[in-house]
């Protein structure tokens, strides 16, 4: 079983910035993609980025150049930084990890974050 615990939503202008970051803990070893997806009212979850173990990171085009996936492996922490957020950004984010590689299947990912919300104003 993995745990995971996100933190650092909350409320910003548009043009603002946040930092996302959710904590992995209990059986970390199986981890080997960590993402975020996001869900906004009346929407479909969708994948915002995602970081394998090795190799490149992933990212959804409405996000492209204004987000950046990161990982701290010795602290089992995934971020995600957020610039330049527009008000179509407002979502609940999720954290989610993988013991397999990135995919944009949500069924791919084995354990889920409870959510933060991001509520970008105009």
């Known amino acids: 079983q993995v745990q995971l615990v996100e933190s650092g939503g909350g409320l910003v202008q548009a043009g603002g910035s946040l930092r996302l970051s959710c904590t992995a803990s209990g059986s970390v070893f199986s981890i080997n993609t960590m993402g975020w997806y996001r869900q906004a009212p009346g929407k479909q979850r969708e994948l915002v980025a995602a970081a394998p173990n090795d190799g490149n990171s992933n990212y959804a085009d409405s996000v492209k150049g204004r987000f950046t996936i990161s990982r701290d492996n010795a602290k089992n922490t995934v971020y995600l930084q957020m610039d330049s957020l527009k008000p179509e950004d407002t979502a609940v984010y999720y954290c989610?990890?993988?013991?397999?590689?990135?995919?944009?299947?949500?069924?791919?990912?084995?354990?889920w974050g409870q959510g933060t919300q991001v509520t970008v104003s105009s």
């Open positions: 989610a990890v993988s013991a397999g590689p990135i995919s944009q299947q949500q069924s791919h990912y084995d354990y």
